[in-house]
Every structure is written in C-alpha cells, then in structure tokens.
C-alpha cells in the first residue's frame, strides 16, 4: 500500500479534547460520530469498559468529541512528499510553514498512527500553511518538478522521472487539492490533523 498523507479538519472543541486526552484519537479517526451526546469510551463508566459498550449518553461535564463533519478530510495518496518538495525543494524536514508535511504542529500524544504520531496544527499555523502553499500555482509547480533530480534525492515513491506516465500531473492535482482544503479550514478558523499512515 505505502505511505499515505491523510488531513483532517478539526474544530476548536476536538482539538483541545484531543491535546487533554490523547486515547480519543482513536474514536475520533474512526469518526463521525452522529450524535453530539455521544460519550467516548474513556469517559464511560467501569461497567460500560467492562462489557464493551462503545458509548453512551454523555453525563454533563464528560469528555466528548463533537461529530465529524461531511468533507472534513482528504489525502494526499502517495504525493505527499512530492507536494513537499514542490515546496521545500528537498526530500527531507525543512522549515515550517513550507515543511509543514514533515515538521511542525503539536503531537496528538505518542501513538504510532502508521510512520509516526499525528500532528495537530492549531489555526494561527493553518493561515502559515495556507500562505506557503498559496505561493504554488500551476507555473510554479511546472518549473520546480524535476523527476530525475526527485528520484535522485528519494523523493517517495521514486516514480517522478518515468515517462510512461504523467507523474507531474498527479503530484498537481492532489497539491491544488491541499491547496482548496487548506484554504478551507482557515475559513471556518479550524485546525488541521496530518497523519502518514
């Protein structure tokens, strides 16, 4: 399958309940939740644990995740590191905002969630995001890729000098993607989840 870039919108309730409370990742990946009482697993009572009762009715002061929104996520598909490089000119970590795809943002705790722990971007550093890669067009993009000098510096997967296929094409659409979904989030003052998986 190989490494995925999945981004997740985040609304200011989930985020502060995933920095409090790391283990709701979980729940909250395998999202939406419909209901807004729905109370997560961790603040379940003991009988509830017990039997493996997913949830109940929220009590009030418990921890809960509020429901996932439709469209609240995309990937990258295998493009990731290319968007990366389109940016940074390098396969490797390179400053924030432009290297936000391999640093920056806060650990949603320590869980392994494929290659490594998921990121949260609070929304002052989704408006960085969004200017570093409002700087990318499609003229941009076009003089930056160079699928020999890519693959020569491991640009995963190493596809981007093949001929056969338009490898620039599909690093393209999947950055304007990221592009429209950023540019999103920082509408609705959001915060922004990336995960490798």
């Known amino acids: 399958m190989g490494m995925v870039l999945?981004?997740?919108?985040?609304?200011?309730?989930?985020?502060?309940?995933?920095?409090?409370?790391?283990?709701?990742?979980?729940?909250?990946?395998?999202?939406?939740?419909?209901?807004?009482?729905?109370?997560?697993?961790?603040?379940?009572?003991?009988?509830?644990?017990?039997?493996?009762?997913?949830?109940?009715?929220?009590?009030?002061?418990?921890?809960?995740?509020?429901?996932?929104?439709?469209?609240?996520?995309?990937?990258?598909?295998?493009?990731?590191?290319?968007?990366?490089?389109?940016?940074?000119?390098?396969a490797q970590d390179a400053a924030f905002p432009a290297g936000f795809i391999l640093v920056g943002g806060t650990t949603v705790g320590d869980e392994d969630v494929g290659y490594g722990p998921a990121r949260l971007f609070a929304p002052a550093e989704v408006r960085e995001i969004d200017a570093a890669l409002s700087r990318i067009n499609r003229e941009v993009a076009t003089r930056r890729f160079d699928g020999v000098a890519m693959d020569a510096a491991d640009v995963y997967p190493q596809i981007w000098s093949r001929t056969d296929e338009d490898v620039f094409e599909y690093a393209w659409e999947n950055l304007r993607a990221l592009q429209e979904f950023v540019r999103r989030t920082v509408e609705l003052d959001h915060g922004l989840l990336l995960l490798l998986t």
């Open 6 to 90: 999945r981004y997740i919108r985040v609304s200011p309730r989930n985020a502060e309940a995933l920095l409090r409370h790391p283990t709701l990742l979980r729940p909250f990946l395998d999202g939406p939740l419909s209901d807004p009482n729905f109370e997560t697993p961790e603040s379940s009572g003991l009988w509830s644990r017990w039997f493996g009762r997913a949830g109940r009715r929220r009590t009030p002061g418990a921890t809960h995740l509020e429901g996932r929104e439709p469209g609240d996520e995309g990937d990258a598909d295998k493009s990731w590191n290319a968007i990366h490089f389109l940016l940074t000119g390098s």
